[in-house]
């Protein structure tokens, strides 16, 4: 009798050390896969059905035993939605850890300065990996530009209303810190005159120059005479006027115009780079009330109207010769 209870302990220990052996290596060895490999987990999907696509990508070698896995381990319920990259060569725990560590692949979306908001919503509408439609309401020059992280199937709500308390924070930060003296009487005019200087220039170096020309004429009561802010009157903010100014356009009855009407427009033409917002609030120490293109991509900048007249024969005859 004790040798038959002994025999069948040793068979069963046996049986025991196999079945932990065959678990041991098909739940650690690493998998066929030899390339990494992007699976996109919809929301709510069943761990058994996470089981099988794995299986069929070649990911997990052996399903039932990836299954038990999941479910013994306490692991099947805290499996996270979102899209993952399997690394070549993992092995089944690893994927298991990997889908319960919500470590999805992070997506980058970038908004230039400079752009409208009927252009950042169309960015933000074309983006695959973005989800839902965009029903807030956004005003012009509200939000930041930037490069923005995200998820898979983010809310592109979510991602307008990250952008827009992202410009409240640079812009109460900014305004707090201005200089004395401004001729601007709220943020509205700040974030206004800094989406001119966005749209004015796109050099670094000359911003907080060309903030101190318009800085200047608000000073003498002059008229801005700000080419981008009667591209807009034009638009309306609805779209890109990719043509030159005419006669006409200098003509247009609108507060945007600011060939026809003193002062700032009554809102952003743009949305600004925090850079511009600074330039507004600091401008450089200047008695400049004009400036003109070079021809090479800056701007020659000028305190009478005798020395902006040459520096705008001197364009016109490098355009010519070009």
């Not at 005159?193 to 120059?209: D, Q, V």
């Amino acid at each position: 009798m004790m040798k038959q209870l002994l025999a069948i302990s040793i068979a069963l220990c046996s049986s025991l050390l196999i079945v932990s052996v065959v678990c041991f290596y098909g739940l650690y060895a690493a998998s066929s896969l030899d390339a990494p490999v992007t699976v996109i987990i919809p929301p709510n999907t069943h761990f058994t059905e996470i089981a099988d696509e794995l299986a069929e990508r070649n990911i997990i070698r052996f399903p039932l035993l990836f299954k038990a896995f999941l479910f013994m381990g306490g692991k099947s319920g805290k499996i996270r939605a979102g899209e993952y990259i399997f690394p070549a060569r993992i092995s089944g725990v690893q994927a298991g850890e990997l889908l319960v560590s919500g470590k999805t692949v992070i997506h980058q979306l970038t908004i230039p300065e400079g752009l409208m908001v009927s252009e950042i919503l169309e960015i933000i509408r074309h983006n695959e990996a973005l989800s839902g439609e965009i029903t807030l309401d956004i005003k012009e020059g509200e939000l930041l530009p930037e490069t923005y992280h995200f998820s898979r199937n983010d809310k592109r709500n979510d991602m307008v209303q990250r952008m827009r308390n992202a410009m409240h924070k640079v812009l109460d930060e900014a305004w707090e810190g201005r200089e004395e003296g401004l001729p601007l009487k709220d943020k509205n005019q700040a974030v206004t005159l800094a989406s001119i200087i966005e749209k004015e220039t796109s050099l670094a170096s000359e911003r907080s120059h060309v903030a101190a020309v318009y800085i200047n004429r608000l000073h003498k009561n002059m008229l801005l005479q700000a080419d981008p802010t009667t591209a807009y009157a034009i638009t309306q903010g609805k779209y890109r006027l990719n043509r030159p100014l005419t006669f006409a356009d200098l003509a247009v009855k609108s507060p945007f115009n600011t060939y026809q009407s003193l002062g700032l427009p009554p809102s952003p033409i743009a949305n600004p780079g925090k850079a511009s917002l600074l330039a507004a609030l600091h401008p450089a120490l200047s008695n400049d009330l004009y400036f003109v293109a070079t021809g090479n991509g800056g701007h020659n900048f000028a305190d009478s109207l005798e020395k902006h007249n040459e520096n705008v024969r001197k364009y016109r005859a490098l355009k010519k010769a070009n």
